[in-house]
């Protein structure tokens, strides 16, 4: 794993965001499901149940990722930072509406596309002569 | 060019592409379309620079990232010598000046990266800003991870400070978590 910058990246942001998910749920007692203005994670990041159960499927996703092989991890990684690329613009646009199931606030856009930049440089650019059956 | 020096240009490129969309959305027509243009360009950009192993395109960069500095400052100019303000130009102080910080960096990391690459033994200009191998190791996961939170850093407040950015935080969030106000114990006592 230590040659790899896409298993370390991915073990590292899943393990953080289990812990997030998993922290999540403290505080998210008495919010709704889908709940457009949910509790805040730290007093900054603003989060319902149903972002704390992505923020628990994403590191789920990203922890196995990274502890099995590098193809997977790099598969994972670019694929959750489009993701996150694409909430990142998509989310401004609904904030303000009933779409915003995620209860997103400016803190989770701060975090999100750090991971975004992050997950999809790594991802894109890491570990490239890696083949298919590789597991460094 | 380093794998980490070509990893934030392509950062920088997704920051400026993700501002000149949120702007360009709520900018006046013509400006509009110039400004959603560029954030697509900006974006398809950066994205094919981090798959590749070198910069695409690094002639044209060079001057068609300062193209959106450009329109940014003639129209301020211009509505300063008429009296209008950065906001009701449509194109915000901040915001605009974040993106063109990120353009600015672009412009030049490629421009000095062409002069490098034209003092060196003759060879095709877009090989000279190829990669240098497979990026590893610490020094690169340090440097993906502090240019992710930096450009992060830049973009954030400069994409809430848009117009559209302005609706993200939701009511009740703004900075403030909650206040609340001791209440009188026993009201039965008086």
Known sequence: ?????????????????????????????????IATQGELLLGIFEVNPLHNVAHLLIGAALLIAGLSNVTAAKATNSTIGAVYLLLGIVGFFIAST???ILALNTADHFLHLASAI????????????????ATA | MSPVTRIWMGFAALGAALIHLAVGVTAPFPLSVLLV?????????????????????????????????????ATAALGSGLG?????????????????????FLAATVAIAQRHASNKVPAPVGAALHGTGTPSGWRFLTGVVAGGFLLSALTTPALAATEIGSHALPHGSHGVTAVIMPQPVDHGSH
């Open chain 2, 84 to 104: 209008v303000t950065s906001a009701q130009t449509g194109l915000p102080l901040y915001p605009m000046a974040v993106a063109s910080l990120l353009n600015i």
């Open chain 2, 37 to 73: 243009g560029f954030g697509i360009a900006e974006l398809g950009w950066g994205i094919a620079t981090l798959a590749r192993d070198r910069i695409i395109v690094p002639r044209i960069i060079v001057g068609a990232a300062l193209i959106p500095v450009f329109i940014w400052g």
């Open chain 1, 1 to 33: 794993m230590r040659t790899s910058p896409n298993r370390l990246i991915a073990t590292v942001f899943g393990a953080v965001y289990v812990l997030v998910g998993l922290l999540g749920f403290a505080v998210t007692g008495g919010v709704g499901f």
């Open chain 1, 98 to 100: 009933a779409l915003n």
């Open chain 1, 118 to 133: 992050v997950l999809l440089g790594v991802g894109l650019t890491a570990d490239k002569t890696v083949r298919s059956h």
